[in-house]
DNA sequence: AAACGGGTTGAGACCGGTCTCAACATAACC
DNA sequence: GGTTATGTTGAGACCGGTCTCAACCCGTTT
C-alpha cells in the first residue's frame, strides 16, 4: 500500500494541495498542519505530516513570502567580500541574522555607485524585509533614498552617508587616527603621509573638500588634528588618495623615493598598508629604522611581519552585529528615531614605529 | 495635472495593476510594457513606462519567480566566509553569476552537517535555480542528496562527495601535497608532522581511514606517498587531525617540544600555517633553522612574514568561478554526464624551509 | 465582399502559499 | 432542551507577477 518514494527529478515541485489530497484533508488544513499554525487536531496532523513525509514535500519560501509580505531575509551590500573587513562584517551579520532566523542575502558593490544602485535594487526585487549598507558613498546618497523610499528599513554600517535617515553602525575613526598619528608625531616624524585608495576628483586635497568615503573622512580629520597638534604646518599636503588608481606600492615608492621622502605613513586600511610593506621591503628599506607605519585594522598579517606592524584595531565583527540587530529590530517595528553607534578602536603597539633616521 | 511623486512609507508596493490602471490599459499590457515581452505598441510602451516611473514601480522578483519557476539566482554554501579560501571562491562566483545575471546567496555551514542542512534547506525554499556547495563532508552526502532530490542543480566546489551525481570543481591536492612535502623529505627531515582541522573520530590515523573532506583526504594521500617515497616507515603516525579541538597553537607546541619532536611540518591550509608560526615564534624556534614549515594557500601575510613561507598556492578564484559555471550551464539545461574539473597548483618557494639542524 | 494575416489588446487562469470567514460538531452551561 | 462556547474544518479570495487564448483592428489578397 504504501507508495514509491518520491523519484526522478524535473517533475514538479509537491505543493500544499498535493499534501492535502493525499492526507484526505482541505488545503486550508494541509498548510495549517505543515505551517503550524492555526489549529488542527492531533490526528489530522499526523495524516498531513505523514503524507508530507512521504511525498518529500518542501515549502516555498516565495510563495509564503507573497502571501505574507515577510521574507525573513536581510540584504546585505559590501564593497567586497574578498576584502577581510567586509568579510568579518558580513559574518557577524551573518550569525546575528541566522540566530533571530533570518537569511542573508550578498551582493558586491566595488565601491561603485552604479552597481551599487544595481545590487539594491535586485534586494529590492526579492524583497528583503530590511538592508545592512556599506555605503558607496556618503555624499550621493541617491541609492540610500531608494532603500528608504521603498519602505525598507536601512542600517549603514562603517559609513554613515549625509542627510540618510537610517541607523549607522561605525567605528571611532577620527580619535583612532589622531591616536595613532600621535605616535608618528611624538616620535619625532614632521614627513607623515596618509595614505587611502578612496577616490577624489582633485589632485591634492583641501581641508574643505568632502571624500566619498566618512570612515575614511573621519581619519583624515584625525589625522589632520594629530598632525596640526604636533606644529606641522599644511598638514593637508600629506594626504595621498587615488592609491587604486596609481597602486599602493607604486605611490608608496614616489614617496618614500622623493625629493623630501616621508619617513612615516598611515595606512588608512591593512591592505594599503600591505602595500606599503611591500614597497619598502622592495627599496630595501627597514621598518622602523628607515620608515615607521602605522595602518587601521589587526589583519593577520600585521601580527607576524618582521616587525610587527602598530595597528589600530576595529571591532569589525561587532560593528556587522550591530548593525544587524539595529535591523532586525527596525524590521520588528522599532520606529524611535534613527541612531548612530559609534563603536570603539584599540590600539595595538608592535614594533613598527621609531623616531625618524634623518 | 502631475501627480505628487510616490512619497510616505509604509504603504502598499506598486503592482503591475497599479500602473496598468493609471495608464489606462489591461493588466496584461502593462506587463508586458514592464517586462518587455510580447508584443505592446510604442504608444502604450511610453504611456505604461512613463506612469511605471511616476509611481516609483519596483518589480516583484518573487512573483515573477513564483509564474516562471525560475530565480535567476543561484545559491552558494559555504564552510565559513571569513576563510580567506571561501571569501576568494565567493568572490570568483559571485562575478561570473553577476556577469550571467543571476544573483548569489550565501550561507555558511560552520562544517558541520546539520548546519548545512539547515542551509541547504533554505536556499532550496527560497527556489534557487542551482547551488554551489563545498560540502561539509565528503562521505555523509545526505545533505547534497537532497539537493538532486529536489531536483535542483549541484555543484560541489573544493571537494568531492562519494557517489554523489554532480559536477565538481577541486585543485590537484595529492600532488600538490607530495611536491610540498617532498621539499621537507628531499631537505633532509623524517619527523615530518601534517597538521589538519578536519574532524576524525580515532586518536590515531590509519591509512585506511576516510576523512570527512576529500580535499584534505587527497594532501594527506599525497603527504604519505611523498614520505614513503623518502623511505619513511609507517609515515601515517605523522598525521595530526581534529587541531581545532586541541588548538593549532597548542597542537604544534606538543608536537615541537615532545620527547621526540618534529623538525619540520605541512599545514593543510594557511590558518594552520599561521598558528604554527605563532607557535614556533612563541617557543623562540626559529625558521627555517629550527622549523620548517610549508602550507597551502598563498595567504597575504605567507609572503611578508620573516622568513616568508613556502607554500602551494591554489586558483582560488578560478576554482568559484569555474564551479560557478558549470552551474549555470546546468540550469541552462546542459545534461551531459558530471564533470570532475581538477586545477592545477602551483608551487610558491619561499625562505621557511632548510635542512634539519638535528 | 469575403477571406486572410499580422499586430495589439484584454480577460482570466495560474504559481503555492496564507488567511478570513462561515459551517459544523461537540461539550458546557443554565 | 436550548443557548453558548470552543475546536476543527473547508471554501475561496488574495499576494503580484506571467502566460494562454480569444477578440479585435486594419490592411491585403482573391
Given at each position: 500500500m504504501s507508495e514509491p518514494a518520491a523519484t526522478g527529478s524535473g517533475r514538479r515541485e509537491v505543493t500544499v494541495s498535493d499534501v492535502a489530497a493525499a492526507a484526505g484533508v482541505s488545503k486550508a488544513t494541509a498548510a495549517r498542519a505543515l505551517g503550524d499554525y492555526g489549529a488542527v487536531s492531533d490526528a489530522v496532523r499526523d495524516r498531513v505530516l505523514g503524507a508530507a513525509d512521504r511525498l518529500g514535500y518542501r515549502p516555498n519560501a516565495l510563495a509564503k513570502t507573497m502571501s505574507t509580505?515577510?521574507?525573513n531575509t536581510l540584504g546585505i551590500v559590501v564593497g567586497d567580500i574578498e576584502n577581510p573587513f567586509f568579510a568579518q562584517a558580513t559574518r557577524g551579520a551573518a550569525d546575528v541574522a541566522a540566530a533571530a532566523g533570518f537569511d542573508l542575502i550578498l551582493s558586491n558593490s566595488d565601491e561603485d555607485l552604479e552597481t551599487e544602485a544595481k545590487a539594491i535594487g535586485v534586494q529590492l526585487a526579492k524583497r528583503v524585509d530590511g538592508l545592512l549598507v556599506a555605503a558607496a558613498s556618503s555624499v550621493e546618497t541617491q541609492n540610500l533614498r531608494t532603500v528608504i523610499d521603498a519602505g525598507r528599513p536601512l542600517v549603514l554600517f562603517d559609513r554613515t552617508a549625509q542627510g540618510v535617515e537610517a541607523d549607522s553602525v561605525i567605528a571611532a575613526n577620527r580619535s583612532g587616527a589622531r591616536e595613532l598619528t600621535s605616535l608618528l608625531v611624538d616620535a619625532g616624524h614632521r614627513q607623515i603621509a596618509f595614505i587611502s585608495t578612496t577616490t577624489h576628483p582633485a589632485d591634492a586635497f583641501a581641508r574643505t573638500d568632502v571624500l566619498p568615503t566618512s570612515s575614511v573622512a573621519e581619519r583624515v580629520e584625525g589625522f589632520l588634528d594629530a598632525m596640526t597638534a604636533g606644529g606641522?604646518?599644511?598638514?593637508?599636503?600629506h594626504v595621498h588618495l587615488n592609491a587604486r588608481r596609481e597602486g599602493v606600492e607604486r605611490m608608496a615608492t614616489r614617496l618614500l623615493t622623493g625629493?623630501?621622502?616621508?619617513?612615516a605613513i598611515v595606512a588608512s586600511d591593512s591592505l594599503i598598508a600591505l602595500g606599503v610593506f611591500r614597497a619598502a621591503r622592495e627599496l630595501g628599506l627597514q621598518i622602523p629604522r628607515d620608515l615607521s607605519l602605522v595602518a587601521f585594522d589587526d589583519a593577520d598579517w600585521t601580527g607576524v611581519a618582521t616587525p610587527g606592524i602598530t595597528v589600530m584595531a576595529q571591532p569589525i565583527h561587532e560593528i556587522g552585529a550591530e548593525a544587524a540587530e539595529l535591523l532586525i529590530r527596525r524590521v520588528r517595528g522599532d520606529g524611535r528615531p534613527p541612531v548612530t553607534r559609534v563603536l570603539k578602536q584599540h590600539l595595538i603597539e608592535r614594533e613598527s614605529v621609531a623616531p625618524p633616521s634623518r
Amino acid at each position: 500500500m504504501s507508495e514509491p518514494a518520491a523519484t526522478g527529478s524535473g517533475r514538479r515541485e509537491v505543493t500544499v494541495s498535493d499534501v492535502a489530497a493525499a492526507a484526505g484533508v482541505s488545503k486550508a488544513t494541509a498548510a495549517r498542519a505543515l505551517g503550524d499554525y492555526g489549529a488542527v487536531s492531533d490526528a489530522v496532523r499526523d495524516r498531513v505530516l505523514g503524507a508530507a513525509d512521504r511525498l518529500g514535500y518542501r515549502p516555498n519560501a516565495l510563495a509564503k513570502t507573497m502571501s505574507t509580505g515577510r521574507s525573513n531575509t536581510l540584504g546585505i551590500v559590501v564593497g567586497d567580500i574578498e576584502n577581510p573587513f567586509f568579510a568579518q562584517a558580513t559574518r557577524g551579520a551573518a550569525d546575528v541574522a541566522a540566530a533571530a532566523g533570518f537569511d542573508l542575502i550578498l551582493s558586491n558593490s566595488d565601491e561603485d555607485l552604479e552597481t551599487e544602485a544595481k545590487a539594491i535594487g535586485v534586494q529590492l526585487a526579492k524583497r528583503v524585509d530590511g538592508l545592512l549598507v556599506a555605503a558607496a558613498s556618503s555624499v550621493e546618497t541617491q541609492n540610500l533614498r531608494t532603500v528608504i523610499d521603498a519602505g525598507r528599513p536601512l542600517v549603514l554600517f562603517d559609513r554613515t552617508a549625509q542627510g540618510v535617515e537610517a541607523d549607522s553602525v561605525i567605528a571611532a575613526n577620527r580619535s583612532g587616527a589622531r591616536e595613532l598619528t600621535s605616535l608618528l608625531v611624538d616620535a619625532g616624524h614632521r614627513q607623515i603621509a596618509f595614505i587611502s585608495t578612496t577616490t577624489h576628483p582633485a589632485d591634492a586635497f583641501a581641508r574643505t573638500d568632502v571624500l566619498p568615503t566618512s570612515s575614511v573622512a573621519e581619519r583624515v580629520e584625525g589625522f589632520l588634528d594629530a598632525m596640526t597638534a604636533g606644529g606641522i604646518e599644511h598638514p593637508e599636503r600629506h594626504v595621498h588618495l587615488n592609491a587604486r588608481r596609481e597602486g599602493v606600492e607604486r605611490m608608496a615608492t614616489r614617496l618614500l623615493t622623493g625629493a623630501d621622502p616621508v619617513t612615516a605613513i598611515v595606512a588608512s586600511d591593512s591592505l594599503i598598508a600591505l602595500g606599503v610593506f611591500r614597497a619598502a621591503r622592495e627599496l630595501g628599506l627597514q621598518i622602523p629604522r628607515d620608515l615607521s607605519l602605522v595602518a587601521f585594522d589587526d589583519a593577520d598579517w600585521t601580527g607576524v611581519a618582521t616587525p610587527g606592524i602598530t595597528v589600530m584595531a576595529q571591532p569589525i565583527h561587532e560593528i556587522g552585529a550591530e548593525a544587524a540587530e539595529l535591523l532586525i529590530r527596525r524590521v520588528r517595528g522599532d520606529g524611535r528615531p534613527p541612531v548612530t553607534r559609534v563603536l570603539k578602536q584599540h590600539l595595538i603597539e608592535r614594533e613598527s614605529v621609531a623616531p625618524p633616521s634623518r
